[in-house]
């Protein structure tokens, strides 16, 4: 199986703060990558595809980049509606598997 | 708009079976293929099965193999998770996702809130 490993697990900041999560993956997943929103007893939300692709109606402060074996979410201006567990999953090969998660805490 | 319930947790004793439902209104259920994902309390998310828009191709994660089977109704848009020999380890919030594709390419763009399965005796 493919291992995500997201960095950091958690992370304090303000509203107003640039904030980057790191995703790596075990080998290369091309621009399989997806990010989601968590929010305790909410559905998951899917923000990002294809590592870079803004889903529908997703606030343009956030965006995604990268490929291979290295990605990034990038919140350019955190809002309080933000302040949740971002996981990024790898829909390269089967199963597909997720990091385990990076908590953003307000400051 | 897209809805995704689900229905048939509870408290279960190890070794029983439990069914879980999920009902989908809001898009041709039909024409996509659709998941099971898992959260254990206090753990990150677990992808469990996927069966594709028509229901001819199943695949299950290793930890649920052999035990539970995924299936499909289209004409009354619901999605079945059908568990057995549940174990401890089992416990969990269960969520149903759609894919973004019919066969199940593991975009999950909308997902249900979730129904939580617990395993005690």
Known sequence: ?107 | QVQLVESGGGVVQPGRSLRLSCAASGFTFSSQGMHWVRQAPGKGLEWVAVISSDGGNTHYGDSVKGRFSISRDNSKNTLSLEMNSLTPEDTAVYHCARDSTPFGDYVFDFWGQGTLVTVSS
């Open chain 1, 1 to 107: 199986d493919i291992q995500m490993t997201q960095s950091p697990s958690s992370l304090s900041a303000s509203v107003g703060d640039r904030v980057t999560i790191t995703c790596r993956a075990s080998q290369s997943i091309r621009n399989y990558l997806n990010w989601y929103q968590k929010k305790p007893g909410d559905a998951p939300k899917l923000l990002i595809s294809t590592a870079s692709s803004l889903q529908d109606g997703v606030p343009s402060r956030f965006s995604g980049s990268g490929s291979g074996t290295e990605f990034t979410l990038t919140i350019s201006s955190l809002q309080p509606a933000d302040f949740s567990t971002y996981y990024c999953q790898q829909a390269f090969g089967t199963p597909p598997t997720f990091g385990g998660g990076t908590k953003v805490e307000i400051k």
